[in-house]
């Protein structure tokens, strides 16, 4: 019996050196599983890396802030010049577009950021945007699907161009303003691989830091350029770069950047040259979001109607009345149909479809 | 072995049953592994049966009775039996008995299993490379000599690979031993039994996992993953189907709830696939088919119907064979030439040149084609044209000059100012993909259009071919330069 109390109070007292020494074991047991697991929300940074990010040296950061003083000054009081001069935008018109962004001139081609998995030691892909003869981005490289032996990569080969982020005077984050707007217009020309459109946004608290808003744009390869438009409601949430059962609407208010992926199963060179990217307003467009919000809601059911209604990103016929025009599809919006067959064919003519082919899918 | 040692081997197991804290075991173990040496008779923990289970707890403790012993001597002034001098004192104590060098060697047979390093390849995940152990590449080859032994004998099928699972239900159908080994081997497998897109092995694999034995019975039991390697394996299959494009169905669903429940974790991927799948299916407004023909004429035409935007696009194709007398190689042309193209050709002016350029890359999913284009300088002075009759349109500057009813309206109206093809950079007007993508095979490309369009073979072409198509994605197609200084020209003069 004395042995066993004996043996039970050295049992307590091991017990707490352990937890009192090997507090730093215990954290690396801790920290490997959470590396492994999926519920973890702490982020240490905005892009998501497990390390920290590079500071800039003291001197060169207390330098260059001297340095750049005068010039942020002035963008400064040219900022708050234009807060009081300017007046609101408040409505934009059905078709009224803004170019948001436009690779006419090699700074703002230099001006994005180009990832591929090379850079994080994940894979083997190369990637270049470069500012081409066309006046265009051109956003080529290679992807490889080689596997890196680190134990923990199981897929490779991604390349992602992303823009970059607003910034006001004296290098603080700001954001765009989209909610005018309902739909995004790219104009471009690709190899026929898809590509994945990923908008990010300013969140301050961390748990949202990942969450990214993408869409795939499909490209036909050839030489004919393209004109894509996709409704911003069509963005699906995702977080990591994983669909989220949960659906959020895209914050139009806090939007910060616009990137490009391209990610596809096919190994090898991949080119996308980009002219622009745009916003839109659309009428025709009036879902907020094209997914239910939770995943099994049910009480978000359409209305019954007799005519099949087409599923989101489902392939539908063109309705009768818009065959003439090749490659034009509306959204079967009852009342916009009917406004269009009144008109007849008058209102056809000034619609932009002469030349190029306009996918609203 | 002596009385005393037979004791603490049994108050030991007595100890690991009760689960008692593995810290308890750590003060216990080296006692008697130094006893145990003094017999003579050196204990092997690891070979005993019952202790089989609590192996890792021994070998923890053993690690952590160095590790404190270490420590030990750093600090902790204020504890008697813990002191420097005492535990000299042991150590002397130790050395008089003699043998400390078996000691040694107990302690080091004691420790974990290091990882097995094999140079085949292991179908496990390496995410933790300690998890793969003598036990689990076992099972893994004996998984891997049931594939392999029906591959030989009945051929890589689809048959053969359902009848390999079958015959592991057959002869684990007890404990299901190794189910994890053999799904893994088999997710590897399926490249070579050429069923990584079919749901019904997908189906057949699912379920060498026993029925009923991994339902989680609470909610904690959910939340914690209960039978984790088993749930990250269900999880990691349902990845690989995802990545190859395979959509499961209700019947794969009821499959996976008698085996993990409706809640786990598994349940819950499946579920997700189940919504979001089918919803991106046919997104693509160019679709592909889902299963792409092997034959490259066939992928050659699928690929030109992709790529031409206008509907009227005639596509041929041709043999080389059949072309020229004496071809340089036998391969086939397949060319997209519409009528609109056709005049244009026509309407070029013979002497300025048309260029052939390529290969560019292609892609129809993984299929990789590289396309060859016949092309002409933009027709700047057309181009210009219509984007002043954009800007007029603009300008509203008819806002008083409508058609009304009364008035007839003129077809060509309508007609739209410049074909598809009249790009700003160029004006495009054939596209041809050829088996081989030599320079020879594009020359018998032109000398086939030169037939429809008796006005090419007046006229210059030059040959722009790459050697690489690796390169062409460094150059994008035409040059819409002129047009823009042009452009440019105008608005400067307009200004003025």
Redesign the interface.
């Given at each position: 019996m004395a042995c066993m109390s004996y043996?039970?109070l050295?049992?307590t007292r091991?017990?707490n050196?352990?937890l009192s020494?090997?507090l730093q074991d215990l954290g690396c047991v801790i920290a490997k599983r959470y590396e492994?697991s999926t519920s973890v929300f702490f982020e240490k940074n905005k892009k998501g890396l497990e390390r920290d990010l590079k500071r800039r040296p003291l001197r060169q950061a207390l330098k260059m802030t001297f340095q750049n003083f005068g010039p942020e000054l002035k963008l400064f009081y040219n900022e708050q010049k234009e807060a009081f001069s300017r007046f609101p935008m408040l409505s934009v018109d059905h078709g009224n577009y803004e170019v948001i962004y436009s690779f006419n001139d090699p700074e703002s081609v230099k001006s994005w950021a180009v990832t591929a998995d090379r850079d994080n030691e994940g894979g083997k892909s190369t990637a270049n945007f470069?500012f081409?003869?066309?006046?265009?981005g051109?956003f080529?490289?290679?992807l490889s699907k080689e596997v890196p032996k680190d134990?923990?990569t199981?897929?490779a080969g991604y390349a992602n161009i992303t823009s970059p982020k607003p910034r006001k005077s004296f290098g603080r984050d700001t954001q765009m303003d989209w909610s005018l707007f309902n739909c995004m217009l790219l104009r471009l020309?690709g190899?026929?691989?898809?590509y994945m459109i990923v908008i990010g946004c300013n969140f301050y608290y961390d748990i949202n830091w990942l969450n990214r808003w993408s869409y795939?744009v499909?490209t036909?390869?050839?030489?004919?350029?393209q004109h894509v438009k996709i409704p911003l409601s069509k963005f699906f949430t995702t977080h990591h770069g994983r669909?989220q059962?949960k659906q959020e609407f895209l914050p139009l208010k806090i939007v910060n950047s616009v990137g490009i992926t391209a990610a596809?199963?096919?190994?090898?060179?991949?080119?996308l040259?980009i002219d622009s990217i745009a916003l839109m307003n659309d009428i025709n467009v009036t879902d907020k979001h094209a997914?239910e919000m939770e995943?099994?809601e049910k009480s978000r059911q359409p209305a019954k109607t007799s005519v099949r209604q087409p599923?989101?990103?489902?392939?539908v016929p063109p309705p009768n009345e818009l065959c003439g025009i090749?490659g034009l599809r509306l959204v079967p919006d009852q009342e916009i149909r009917s406004y269009i067959k009144d008109l007849g064919?008058?209102a056809l003519?000034?619609s932009p479809t002469?030349?190029?082919?306009i996918?609203h899918? | 072995m002596n009385k005393t040692s037979c004791q603490a081997t049994l108050f030991l197991k007595v100890i690991c049953k009760l689960n008692?804290?593995n810290?308890?075991a750590?003060?216990?173990a080296p006692k008697f592994v130094s006893t145990g040496c003094g017999t003579g008779k050196s204990i092997n923990y690891c070979q005993r049966r019952y202790l089989n289970s609590n192996k890792r707890q021994l070998h923890t403790a053993v690690i952590?009775n160095e590790?404190?012993k270490t420590?030990q001597r750093v600090k902790v002034p204020g504890e008697k039996d813990l002191s420097p001098s005492n535990l000299e004192n042991s150590a002397t104590q130790v050395k008089q008995k003699g043998k400390p060098q078996t000691e040694a060697k107990v302690i080091e047979r004691l420790k974990p299993p290091k990882p097995v390093e094999d140079k085949q390849e292991s179908s496990l995940?390496?995410?933790?490379?300690e998890r793969i152990t003598d036990e689990s590449r076992r099972l893994e080859r004996k998984a891997n000599s049931i594939f392999q032994e029906l591959s030989e004998t009945r051929g890589a099928t689809k048959e053969t690979f359902i009848l390999a699972v079958k015959k592991f239900a057959d002869r684990e159908g007890i404990y299901w031993r190794g189910a994890v080994e053999f799904i893994y081997a088999g997710m590897k497998e399926m490249q070579t039994f050429g069923v990584v897109k079919d749901l019904d092995a997908y189906k057949a694999l699912i379920q060498a996992f026993p029925e009923g034995k991994m339902i989680p019975r609470n909610a904690w039991q959910v939340e914690f993953m209960h039978y984790p390697r088993h749930q990250q394996c269900g999880i990691d299959m349902l990845?690989q189907m995802e990545?190859n494009g395979v959509i499961p169905d209700e019947a794969f669903g009821v499959l996976l709830k008698n085996r993990f429940g409706r809640e786990a974790h598994v349940t819950r991927k499946y579920?997700?696939m189940l919504?979001?799948l089918p919803?991106?299916k046919?997104?693509?407004?160019?679709?592909i088919p889902m299963e792409l023909p092997v034959d490259p004429r066939q992928l050659a035409l699928i690929?030109l119907r992709?790529?031409?935007?206008d509907?009227e696009t005639q596509y041929t194709i041709h043999e080389t064979t059949e072309l020229e007398a004496e071809p340089e190689e036998e391969t086939f042309i397949a060319s997209a030439q519409s009528p609109t193209q056709q005049r244009l050709i026509q309407e070029h002016n013979m002497e300025q040149p048309l260029f052939v350029e390529g290969p560019?890359?292609?892609?129809?999913?993984?299929?990789?084609q590289n396309?060859f284009?016949l092309?002409a300088e933009p027709n700047i002075n057309a181009l210009m044209k219509?984007k002043q009759l954009e800007k007029e349109?603009e300008a509203d500057e008819n806002l008083f000059e409508w058609?009304n009813f009364f008035e007839d309206?003129k077809s060509s109206?309508?007609r739209?100012?410049?074909?598809?093809h009249?790009?700003d950079?160029?004006t495009?007007l054939a596209?041809a993909i050829t088996g081989t993508s030599t320079k020879s095979s594009v020359v018998s490309w032109v000398r086939c259009l030169e037939t429809i369009n008796p006005r090419l073979s007046q006229t210059p072409v030059l040959f722009k071919i790459m050697s690489s198509?690796?390169s062409?994605?460094?150059d994008?197609?035409?040059?819409?330069?002129p047009f823009?200084e042009l452009q440019k020209n105008t608005e400067k003069i307009s200004d003025i």
């Open positions: 043996s039970r050295l049992a091991s017990s050196r352990l020494k090997s492994k470069t081409s003869k066309n006046r265009t051109l080529h490289g290679y134990g923990k199981k897929y020309r190899d026929g691989r898809p795939p499909f036909r390869g050839g030489p004919y350029w669909i059962d596809d199963s096919a190994e090898g060179p991949f080119s040259e997914y995943l099994g599923c989101y990103g489902e392939l090749p064919p008058a003519k000034s002469e030349a190029i082919n996918e899918f | 008692v804290r810290v308890g750590s003060w216990l952590l590790r404190e420590e995940p390496n995410h933790d490379p990845e990545h579920r997700r919504y979001w919803k991106f046919n997104i693509n407004p160019y679709p690929a992709r790529m031409s935007v509907r560019y890359p292609v892609y129809l999913r993984e299929v990789r396309y284009l092309r219509k349109e058609t309206e109206e309508l739209p100012l410049l074909s598809v009249e790009q950079d160029s495009i596209l198509s690796d062409a994605s460094l994008v197609i035409g040059d819409n330069r823009w």
